[in-house]
């Protein structure tokens, strides 16, 4: 199976950047898609972004123009670079990773965006 570790998470001032990194290990081989998905306080999980294999991206329109999903298959890791940090994007971020029919999940890391 595949396991996904988060880190790069912590506090950061509104306007503030910070960039989130999931590395995956295990079978590794034959990942396709990766994503970030978040969790606000007391709200559903929602999609932030996803790429695909050939590195195709698809964002949230909340995260569009802030934030950049990028992968380095060599490394078997995904970043989420994020920019113009909000309060709003104050939440628990997940990774997550295609293998065959299978989907995959970190186990989150925090962000909190302070006013």
């Known amino acids: 199976q595949v396991q996904l570790v988060e880190s790069g998470g912590g506090l950061v001032q509104a306007g503030g950047s910070l960039r989130l990194s999931c590395a995956a290990s295990g079978d590794i081989f034959n990942i396709n898609d990766m994503g970030w998905y978040r969790q606000p306080p007391g709200k559903q999980r929602e999609l932030v972004a996803q790429?695909?294999?050939?590195?195709?991206?698809n964002y949230a329109d909340s995260v569009k123009g802030r934030f950049t999903i990028s992968r380095d298959n060599a490394k078997n890791t995904v970043y989420l670079q994020m920019n113009s940090l909000k309060p709003d994007d104050t939440a628990d971020y997940y990774c997550n990773a295609y293998r065959f029919n299978k989907i995959y999940w970190g186990q989150g890391t925090q962000v909190t965006v302070s006013s």
């Open positions: 790429i695909t294999i050939g590195a195709r991206t």
